[in-house]
């Protein structure tokens, strides 16, 4: 991307299609099969589903009315800010990969079942019958996505077959490392969770772009938001060049100035206890600090989130 367009106060009141193409176009051509699971990139493969307790997020704040800049990840956490009440949230993600399934879980949450959902996306279908009703599911939702996440999809199905067999094979999906688990779900609790969910989707508005955390940033920059999740886009940020001293500024400028406005970050408990984990936790706080930002330890109820205030 050569001049990143500037889409504060817009994002919202644009289509997808028409922000796609604002921002950056999503390109099938380009999206490759992956097997370096490591590294995140335009092309790197999707994370299936979620690998952190999304039902803490409540504990961190009030969501409810407030605008988000949220990371895509597995496409859950879009679904469960809105579950919370937020009104707008702007979802990025490095990849392309993570930004489509977003599209399409989105959309499965609005238009099928839990149990529907759980069939078209958990159950390798065995008989000629449940593949029927696979497809049968599938179309309702292709219809509703944009048409390079349809193209995407239609694509890499025709080789797998079943949407399941594709989300844990590891080629564009995670699902071998992050398979699916409930408990960390909160609008797979039960169906009254999803029902709520599910007003919160149609209650509020979402848009998706696939941009970096700097470009993203760049393009929203005369923007504020109530909260930015960042998932642990952080966790190996030395390895890939991400400067921190850099990024800080940027996320002070867009956190609006509210006393619950926060940044909210993912750290898995196992990594934080590692020498390499410490020395994350101390780079972060340090560059929080630098930049006139509160790092503020995990509390108890919510052992896997830090967050980032305004001092
Ligand atoms: C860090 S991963 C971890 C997965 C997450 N714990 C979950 O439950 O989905 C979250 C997402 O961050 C994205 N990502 C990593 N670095 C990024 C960056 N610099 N800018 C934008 N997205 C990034 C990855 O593509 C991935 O989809």
Known sequence: MSKIIDISNTWHTLSQRCLYSKTRPLDIHAAVSQTDQMRFHENSAAYSWTNEP??????????????????????????????????????????????????????????????????????????????????????????????????????????????????????FFRGNDHPFIRDFLPYMFDDNAYFAARQGLLASEMRVVWLDLIQILTATKREIFDYIYLSNIFDRWHLFGIDLNHIMPMLRHALAKHEEAIIICHIDPKFLSSTQGQFVRESVAASAAQARLKFNNHCRATREYWTISHS
């Not at 009315?65 to 879009?78: E, H, I, R, W």
């Not at 449940?130 to 497809?135: Q, S």
Request: proline letters at 3%.
């Open 54 to 171: 999304l039902g803490d997020l409540k504990y961190l704040t009030d969501y409810r009315g407030k605008t988000g800049l949220v990371v895509a990840g597995s496409g859950d956490q879009p679904v469960v800010f809105r579950q919370l009440g937020s009104a707008k949230i702007l979802v990025f993600d490095i990849s392309q990969q993570a930004i489509m399934w977003t599209e399409f879980k989105d959309v499965c949450v609005q238009l099928l079942t839990r149990r529907q959902l759980i069939h078209l996306a958990l159950e390798i279908p065995e008989t000629l019958q449940e593949k029927a009703r696979h497809d049968k599911l599938y179309r309702v939702v292709r219809h509703n996505i944009t048409e390079p996440s349809r193209r995407f999809f239609d694509t890499i199905l025709s080789k797998k077959a079943s949407l399941p067999a594709l989300l844990v094979d590891g080629e």
